[in-house]
């Protein structure tokens, strides 16, 4: 213990000694956590829509003011022809082009149906496939009650009408803030951990220090360990700070246990830490472990369910997300955050990372050649 301890004072000297380099550490994670919510948000909302009006009716114009006032789309040219339309999409003043036919007014109240025609700029998929869906929505909409409208009551028989009551669980109000914070928090600790312990042997063989620890009696474990536990307590100040900016910035306050939820972040970290002193163990220099750390960290954070869902990825894309740590860290997070879960909720999750910890640790361990 008194060789730990030796090590544990070595390491925090050598962190507080660095007056940039702790700021960094606790500011800039918060700052993103403020920044990052803002941006990261699957809603798209004030699309670019040209609308040619060919029949110019009262019912043509109740279409287009529903379309409006849906707070989806932002009308940008009422045209007269579709070659003006599509040329604003060409340009990128326009998302979509909404063309609605001669006698469009006549056709729905005679025959009983009409046809309009709707061009997707595509070249961005995401917004292309809800811009449509979200306008197929509303003229959808906008047909039955049409439909309604035109429908003559019969005096035996009255109209079947079936309404739709739909409830929201865990996020009443649909939030999206509510589902990315966490996410984007277990995405900075993860960051956090990683890099600073990618880093933190390699500084020490390139500034030569690794020599003099290595003719000391320091056992290889005692070595791994008084580099690990600093950190891990950084990462558990990073974690609380993100916590309560939450609180302060978006009101997210967790429904489920805070003590399960550190919980859960103790091993968790001790998995990516374990991840970052592996990577210092094969490099011999901070730029070598940076690219690496890169590398797997960014891997982790695009195939760990933070900003794609796994279940609509392919099968081993799903098979890599299933090695990956942060997916559990992600998903856990989410499930005490905002639903509520207790222990025997995530304990298939907490085994699975318990793991991760126990083999990257001790393969760090074993990898570690110290020479007397």
Same mark, same amino acid.
Not at 24 to 47: F, G, R, S
Not at 153 to 175: D, H
Not at 337 to 359: E, M, N, Q, W, Y
């Given at each position: 213990?008194?060789?730990?301890?030796?090590?544990?004072?070595? !390491?925090?000297?050598?962190?507080?000694? #660095?007056?940039?380099?702790?700021?960094?550490?606790?500011?800039?994670?918060? *700052?993103?956590?403020?920044?990052?919510?803002?941006?990261? #948000?699957?809603? /798209?909302?004030?699309?670019?829509?040209?609308?040619?009006?060919?029949?110019?009716?009262?019912?043509?114009?109740?279409?287009?003011?529903?379309?409006?006032?849906?707070?989806?789309?932002?009308?940008?040219? =009422?045209?007269?022809?579709?070659?003006?339309?599509?040329?604003?999409?060409?340009?990128?003043?326009?998302?979509?082009?909404?063309?609605?036919?001669?006698?469009?007014?006549?056709? $729905?109240?005679?025959?009983?149906?009409?046809?309009?025609?709707?061009?997707?700029?595509?070249? #961005?998929? /995401?917004?292309?496939?809800?811009?449509?869906?979200?306008?197929?929505?509303?003229?959808?909409?906008?047909?039955?009650?049409?439909?309604?409208?035109?429908?003559?009551?019969?005096?035996?028989?009255?109209?079947?009408?079936?309404?739709?009551?739909?409830? #929201?669980?865990?996020?009443?109000?649909?939030?999206?803030?509510?589902?990315?914070?966490?996410?984007?928090?277990?995405?900075?600790?993860?960051?956090?951990?990683?890099?600073?312990?990618?880093?933190?042997?390699?500084? !020490?063989? !390139?500034?030569?220090?690794?020599?003099?620890?290595?003719?000391?009696?320091?056992?290889?474990?005692?070595?791994?360990?008084?580099?690990?536990?600093?950190?891990?307590?950084?990462?558990?100040?990073?974690?609380?700070?993100? $916590?309560?900016?939450?609180?302060? /910035?978006?009101?997210?306050?967790?429904?489920?246990?805070?003590?399960?939820?550190?919980?859960?972040?103790?091993? =968790?970290?001790?998995?990516?830490?374990?991840?970052?002193?592996?990577?210092?163990?094969?490099?011999?220099?901070?730029?070598?472990?940076?690219?690496?750390?890169?590398?797997?960290?960014?891997?982790?954070?695009?195939?760990?369910?933070?900003?794609?869902?796994?279940?609509?990825?392919?099968?081993?894309?799903? /098979?890599?997300?299933?090695?990956?740590?942060?997916?559990?860290?992600?998903?856990?997070?989410?499930?005490?955050?905002?639903?509520?879960?207790?222990?025997?909720?995530?304990?298939?999750?907490?085994?699975?990372?318990?793991?991760?910890?126990? *083999?990257?640790?001790?393969?760090?361990?074993?990898?570690?050649?110290?020479?007397?």
């Amino acid at each position: 213990m008194r060789t730990i301890k030796y090590l544990l004072q070595k !390491e925090f000297r050598q962190i507080f000694r #660095n007056k940039a380099i702790l700021p960094l550490i606790l500011v800039v994670p918060i *700052v993103q956590l403020i920044i990052l919510p803002l941006a990261a #948000n699957y809603e /798209v909302k004030n699309i670019n829509l040209s609308i040619v009006d060919h029949d110019h009716s009262a019912y043509s114009r109740q279409l287009i003011s529903k379309i409006t006032a849906s707070g989806y789309f932002r009308l940008i040219g =009422y045209n007269h022809s579709y070659d003006a339309a599509f040329r604003a999409v060409e340009s990128d003043k326009s998302d979509l082009v909404l063309e609605i036919p001669n006698g469009f007014e006549r056709n $729905l109240i005679r025959e009983q149906h009409e046809k309009v025609f709707i061009a997707v700029n595509a070249i #961005n998929g /995401v917004k292309a496939n809800l811009g449509g869906a979200y306008l197929n929505s509303i003229i959808r909409d906008y047909n039955m009650d049409v439909r309604t409208r035109l429908t003559i009551p019969s005096k035996t028989a009255s109209v079947p009408v079936f309404e739709i009551s739909a409830t #929201n669980r865990f996020n009443p109000l649909m939030n999206y803030h509510l589902f990315m914070v966490p996410g984007i928090l277990a995405f900075l600790v993860t960051m956090i951990g990683g890099y600073l312990c990618a880093l933190n042997i390699v500084k !020490e063989k !390139e500034v030569g220090t690794i020599e003099q620890i290595n003719v000391t009696p320091i056992r290889k474990y005692h070595f791994i360990f008084g580099k690990l536990l600093p950190f891990w307590v950084i990462g558990m100040v990073v974690f609380s700070l993100g $916590l309560l900016v939450s609180w302060l /910035v978006y009101g997210i306050v967790p429904k489920g246990s805070i003590v399960l939820l550190y919980g859960f972040l103790a091993v =968790y970290l001790l998995a990516v830490l374990g991840f970052g002193l592996l990577v210092s163990t094969f490099c011999e220099t901070q730029q070598q472990a940076m690219f690496i750390a890169f590398f797997f960290v960014m891997i982790f954070i695009l195939m760990g369910g933070l900003f794609t869902s796994i279940d609509s990825m392919p099968q081993w894309a799903k /098979v890599i997300a299933a090695l990956n740590p942060v997916t559990y860290m992600i998903e856990v997070m989410r499930m005490i955050v905002l639903k509520g879960s207790r222990f025997a909720d995530i304990i298939p999750h907490l085994l699975k990372v318990l793991v991760f910890a126990l *083999v990257l640790n001790s393969w760090a361990i074993l990898n570690y050649r110290k020479t007397n």
